[in-house]
């Protein structure tokens, strides 16, 4: 199982990226996603998740500019991201929880990251 991140890259203040994070391999049962950001010399922190039945949360500072979103079919996970402000600079990683063979425990799995630039 691995789960593979794209869509970073550089942008303008202002402007907008959506981020995808694909879960590829066999899973039983994928439950909750959420992307977490690494700036330069700071702790990771959680951005936003979702959970199998499409209840979301979101950090306080990315409230109303980013949405976050799924599609179970594709085992997918989206990140819009609006009106994006440079302290958004960021390694951006997704997480799934996941089980991934019927009566195995559920463990945790990230993806490798994409870069998201936010300058003029």
């Known amino acids: 199982v691995q789960l593979q991140a794209s869509g970073g890259g550089l942008v303008q203040p202002g402007g907008s990226l959506r981020l995808s994070c694909a879960v590829s391999g066999s899973v039983f049962s994928l439950d909750d996603m959420g992307w977490y950001r690494q700036a330069p010399g700071k702790p990771r922190e959680l951005v936003a998740v979702?959970?199998?039945?499409?209840?979301?949360k979101y950090a306080d500072s990315v409230e109303d500019r980013f949405t976050i979103s799924r599609d179970n079919p594709k085992n997918t996970i989206y990140l819009q991201m609006n009106t994006l402000k440079p302290e958004d600079t960021a390694v951006y990683y997704c997480?799934?929880?996941?089980?991934?063979?019927?009566?195995?425990?559920?463990?945790?799995?990230w993806g490798q990251g994409t870069l998201v630039t936010v300058s003029s």
């Open positions: 997480k799934a929880r996941l089980q991934v063979r019927f009566g195995e425990v559920r463990s945790v799995y």
């Open positions: 979702i959970t199998s039945g499409g209840t979301t």
